[in-house]
């Protein structure tokens, strides 16, 4: 097991103030992309499948907040650099790709497209701009495969989390998955958990809803049922490194979730004997959130308040959501000056084992 990361300190890039994006979206590879970075037996099935573009959503991409004026900022790295990374002043950014491959039937078929996706992001994108950091593929349908792509970019330190979809098959505390999160702490990657999913259950406890606004709204809903399920299953005393990254949750609905889950918890941890703390403790020592987009109010003083329920500052860390235009690039309004510094970058340096700065 590596050194638990939960008591390492803030400031391996000194005092300069840093600045880590831990969320931007590039494009979606499409079969000409991925085919030079797959095994020849898959590349063939990749076109024999007519599998090219693989989104994650349900709806179109032209209804989603995207920049349409101009797309390039998407298509390289390049683009990226000239649209974001330079006017925001990031001295890394963390690529999150929504592939397919989360929801695919074969568990091998998932496996193929995880490995190159993540050998394209590699080449394509992390080559190409040192400030580059990405989120690795795995495929949590076969969790064997899953260690073993974990184990072969645990070298590659500018792969600094996994990621999880947070609509899968299963609630993600189940014990099928700790293989995935013991290896995962073993090599220093926190656990990232995006909005996505396989649609093949509803996103609430009363089924399908009509409207995106509907869809957007509550998802808090299926991030507290992740939350839940981690800490209930015991994930987090079985890898007591594990750092688990929320993005795009928004920030208000967890203080709710902390009090009402250590409160019942006080009455119902017969049930769970392996919790020996309650369960707010664990969120705050192993939960992250990023700020984008941010969930609280417009005025500032009134959203100073919400964030100041938060239990713990060094909970939340900067995100852009970039290139969506439904967020706002830089930090929430009404994030106390205090904060800034630890927010924009030094809550990230903490928070992720494997990131490095090289242009600092």
């Known amino acids: 097991m590596t050194t638990d990361v939960m008591d390492r300190k803030p400031g391996k890039a000194g005092t300069r103030d840093v600045r880590i994006d831990c969320d931007i979206h590039p494009r979606l590879p499409r079969l000409p992309d991925l085919v030079p970075h797959a095994a020849r037996y898959w590349a063939e099935m990749f076109d024999y499948r007519n599998i090219d573009r693989q989104e994650l959503m349900t709806y179109p991409v032209s209804t989603l907040p995207y920049r349409p004026e101009d797309p390039s900022v998407q298509a390289d790295a390049a683009g990226l650099a000239a649209a974001h990374l330079d006017p925001m002043a990031v001295d890394a950014g963390i690529l999150n790709v929504l592939s397919g491959a989360h929801a695919a039937y074969d568990p091998y078929l998932a496996a193929a497209m ?14 190409r701009d040192p400030r580059l950091r990405a989120s690795a593929l795995v495929p949590f349908q076969n969790p064997e495969a899953a260690v073993a792509e974990i184990e072969r970019l645990a070298q590659d330190r500018r792969f600094v989390q996994i990621l999880a979809v947070l609509g899968g098959e299963k609630p993600l505390g189940r014990r099928e998955y700790w293989p995935i999160y013991r290896a995962a702490a073993d090599h220093g990657f926190a656990l990232a958990i995006h909005p996505g999913g ?20 509550l998802q808090n809903q299926t991030f507290a049922s992740q939350v839940a399920s981690l800490v209930a299953e015991g994930v987090f005393n079985e890898v007591p490194s594990l750092r688990v990254v929320l993005m795009e949750s928004g920030i208000s609905w967890l203080p709710g979730l902390m009090w009402r889950m250590s409160k019942d918890w006080k009455g119902a941890r017969i049930e769970v004997p392996w919790l020996d703390r309650p369960p707010i403790e664990y969120m705050t020592r192993h939960l992250r959130l990023t700020t984008q987009p941010f969930d609280g109010p417009q005025d500032a003083v009134i959203a100073a308040k919400v964030l100041d329920q938060l239990p713990a500052p060094e909970m939340l860390m900067w995100s852009s959501d970039f290139p969506h235009r439904h967020a706002e690039r830089g930090l929430p309004r009404g994030l106390p000056e205090a904060m800034h510094k630890a927010v924009w970058g030094q809550n990230a340096l903490a928070t992720y084992e494997r990131l490095e700065l090289s242009n600092v």
């Not at 996706?117 to 992390?126: D, G, Q």
């Not at 396989?198 to 709204?217: L, N, W």
């Open 114 to 127: 995880c490995e190159a996706t993540n050998r394209w992001l590699a080449a394509e994108w992390l080559e």
């Open 198 to 217: 396989t649609a093949r259950h509803a996103p609430t406890q009363s089924g399908f809803v009509a409207t995106r606004i509907e869809e957007t709204v």
